[in-house]
T-cell receptor, first 114, second 114 residues
């Protein structure tokens, strides 16, 4: 079954607000996590990543938080813009047996209202 | 520097026909991954290949599906005798390998079986 999942399937925010998208994972051995953005009709686009030896990482307007105790990952988007509307996926590097495949959650659809 | 190139972008096949999906990795990338995405769902890993080798095919259906990544040319995902349930978006990603977690996704091939 899925080892990575999301708490909420949809999220609607007002332009300018901050957005928080959550993700739970079950594999305590996971050592690398990635957030992807997928716009309609396109492939996943890398947003930010984090390794298990960190609990926070910041990018441009985005922050990823990792809580290994409860196996929880979140993506924070500051000052959300209409262009941020998309489906957001967390992914885990399922690095078992030498394979470097990614395990994806189901996604959260973010809608930004003007 | 072109990204991951997938073709065709859209493919329509009648039940029982064969579908061939192509993926050219980014220049310098020797590792290719295929994922399938059903509507409103996350990406599901299918197969991980290096040049002339299948590394992990744990996500591939046992029948009708095959993948290759020849020494020369693109990676091919082949689906024989397609059924309606094969309708999905198929994404290819590539990475440099050697422990790198840097994945780049293509724009996908949307297969419709009628």
């Amino acid at each position: 079954g899925e080892s990575v999942g999301l708490h909420l399937p949809t999220l609607s925010v007002q332009e300018g607000d901050n957005s928080i998208i959550n993700c739970a994972y079950s594999n305590s051995a996971s050592d690398y996590f990635i957030w992807y953005k997928q716009e309609s009709g396109k492939g996943p686009q890398f947003i930010i990543d984090i390794r298990s030896n960190m609990d926070k990482r910041q990018g441009q307007r985005v922050t990823v938080l990792l809580n290994k105790t409860v196996k929880h990952l979140s993506l924070q988007i500051a000052a959300t813009q209409p262009g941020d509307s998309a489906v957001y996926f967390c992914a885990e590097n399922g690095s078992q047996g030498g394979s470097e495949k990614l395990v994806f959650g189901k996604g959260t659809k973010l809608t930004v209202n003007p | 520097n072109a990204g991951v190139m997938q073709n065709p972008r859209h493919l329509v096949r009648r039940r029982g026909q064969e579908a061939r999906l192509r993926c050219s990795p980014m220049k310098g990338h020797s590792h290719v991954y295929w994922y399938r995405q059903l509507p409103e769902e996350g990406l599901k890993f299918m197969v991980y290949l290096q040049k002339e080798n299948i590394i992990d095919e744990s996500g591939m259906p046992k029948e009708r599906f095959s993948a290759e990544f020849p020494k020369e040319g693109p990676s091919i995902l082949r689906i024989q005798q397609v059924v309606r349930g094969d309708s999905a978006a198929y994404f290819c990603a590539s990475s440099p390998g050697q422990g790198s977690n840097y994945y780049t996704f293509g724009s996908g091939t949307r297969l419709t079986v009628v």
